[in-house]
């Protein structure tokens, strides 16, 4: 256990930090300081949001707006970059030194804000805690397969593995693994409005709902350093808010509450710049296998032989969002475009052909379920286009039902629907977690479907370590998926962030995870 003494804080540092200027903004480096003025201006970035934070704790929920602070104040043992899909180091360098052991070599002389060291027991803290703590819509329930965190040494991390997890390294690089200061937080508690993380950002001021101030960390040692001084975040009502700010400078960058329609307006201007980036969340419609029609495996394949992707994504979303063919997203390990290659173009002859080689005498009689609230307000658009496409075939006849969330996902897990309308967001960026939620019993969308085949290569991908053979079972399985459709992914979202035309990089600070990075940033 390191001391106290060892790793005394330096409150008169701190306090300084904290004295300092939160209002100061400063343009780049080209810019002069203030005439008899020493010390240039801080470069200060304002963000505006939609989001609201539950949480700063990692320990705690673990929804959007709480990841995004978390990203940016805490540091990670491993990290995925820009364009580069599998985890760096960022803390530590880590390494499997067998299928169960997985070690991770801390860089020495890391700190905290509060000048406290970095050591391996605070990993280990840090894992046992968010372990314990099992908060309700919390992240503890991605590290089932974690056994236990050992500190041979003050730099060396061991996880022990339960059994064979080729994810672990993917699961280091979310908000859930986040380093946190043994000695400031409370084992057996949240805390919910306070931060002590080793991340590009330490927390100068919060107001829970409202604003955040974040000043850059000089101590961080890791490949997300800030390029500018501080960021203040200030969480808006809505999309009409979002526009003005960042359209009358209130705000230098905005995300997260924009409709499609607004995105086009400011698009079209010449005001402000509209970056897109690659969503890591999809959609799809399931099958439930409790229904007779969609239990018949030529049900499935007709309906994915006629459904016309970017018909949807046009007409339903403006073109706002990709057709997607798999699945598992581009971009991924092991992505392959199984939807495409096995039903080609949409047409109604191959799957007239189905129907009747099956012996289903048409139009079959599909119940849909929709729900007009969680899944945004162009969800009807998109069932209404699925109902036109599947009737203009004369091969189904569509009845659409709808429910308010949480009402709807009762219903559609207990098969109240032959086909039902569904969206997911990973945890974490890997292939694997697109796949177990439709193979394995009890999936967050398991819908009754079963294959020994499928649960072997989820077996095969998730132990496996050699990458190209690992990247070797998920496209099986994806094409597996594909002949057996018990799901039909539709399109994948896009991440949009709405800018000045003086700022800097904004593309690098996406997260396909729907997230921000601030420390690229500057103007």
Sequence with gaps: MVTVLKRRAVWLALAGVLAGSLAGCGKSGADKPNEGDTTPKELVIKVATTDTVSSLD???????????????????????????????????????????????????????????????????FSFDRMLKLKTPGGPAGLFTSLASVSTP???????????????????????????????????????????????????????AGSTAVLGKFKGYR????????????????????????????????????????????????????????????????????????????????????????????????GDHVTPLYSVVPPGFAGHVEPFRTQYKEPGKVAAAAILREAGFTTPVTLNVGWTPSQYGVRAKAEVLELKRQLEASGLFKV??????????LQLARAGAYDLYQAGLFPDYLDSGDYLQPFVRDGGLFQNGYRSAAANKLMDQEIAEQNQLEREASLTELQNLLAVDAPVIPTWQGRVTVVAGKNIEDVDRTLSPLSFLYFSPLRK
């Design 153 to 207: 040494d003050r730099l060396t991390a061991v996880f022990t593995l339960k059994k064979p997890d080729a994810r672990l390294p993917y699961l280091l690089t979310t908000t859930a693994a986040s380093i946190v200061d043994e000695q400031f937080y409370p084992a057996s508690k949240l805390l919910n409005d306070n931060a002590m993380g080793s991340g590009p950002y330490q927390l100068r001021s919060y107001q």
């Design 399 to 408: 009845v659409l039902r709808s429910a308010e969330w949480p009402k709807y």
């Design 58 to 124: 990692p320990a705690g929920p673990y929804e959007i707006g709480s990841r995004t602070l978390q990203a940016n104040l805490f540091q990670t043992l491993l990290t995925i970059l820009p364009d580069k899909p599998t985890p760096v180091p960022d803390a530590a360098d880590c390494q499997y030194d067998a299928p169960t052991t997985y070690t991770c070599s801390l860089k020495d002389g890391l700190t905290f804000p509060n000048g406290h060291e970095l050591e391996s027991s605070d990993v280990k």
């Design 222 to 317: 890791g490949p997300r350093a800030a390029q500018n001084d501080s960021v203040e975040v200030s969480v808006v009502p809505n999309g009409s808010s979002l526009s003005k700010a960042v359209t009358t400078g209130q705000a230098d960058v905005a995300y997260h509450g924009f409709g499609p329609g607004t995105l086009d307006k400011l698009r079209a201007g010449d005001q402000v710049q509209v970056v897109d980036g690659g969503s890591a969340e999809i959609r799809f419609f399931s099958f439930h296998m409790r229904s007779t029609v969609a239990r018949n495996p030529a049900v499935r394949r007709a309906v994915a032989q006629l459904i016309d992707r970017p018909a949807i994504a046009k007409l339903a979303y």
